[in-house]
Nanobody, 122 residues
């Protein structure tokens, strides 16, 4: 079994910062892409940022220049540093990862965390 556990969400004023963490645990052989998604009330879940095992990153246009994604492969952990937060960043943030649990094949399964609430007040 594999689990993704997020932490670091909370309430912050506009212009403030938060750092989210997501640790993967369980029967893990290898992790490929890790990422953060968010879902605001009444809206679809959207990609915020992604990072490959080698460190290549991509960002949604709305967060580029304000958010930074990073990972620690030794700890199976991905981070999201969020600066200059805006009220429109308010959402539940979900961690996502492609994980291989068996060395005998090259198949990666996709996993989600339970989500952490980020609320930005104006």
């Amino acid at each position: 079994q594999v689990q993704l556990v997020e932490s670091g969400g909370g309430l912050v004023q506009a212009g403030g910062s938060l750092r989210l963490s997501c640790a993967a645990s369980g029967s893990i052989f290898s992790i490929n892409v890790m990422g953060w998604y968010r879902q605001a009330p009444g809206k679809q879940r959207e990609l915020v940022a992604g990072i490959t095992r080698g460190g290549s990153t991509n960002y949604a246009g709305a967060v580029k220049g304000r958010f930074t994604i990073s990972r620690d492969n030794a700890k199976n952990t991905v981070y999201l540093q969020m600066n200059s937060l805006k009220p429109e960043d308010t959402a539940v943030y979900y961690c996502n990862a492609d994980i291989k649990t068996d060395y005998r094949h090259n198949y990666y399964s996709n996993y989600w965390g339970q989500g952490t609430q980020v609320t930005v007040s104006s």
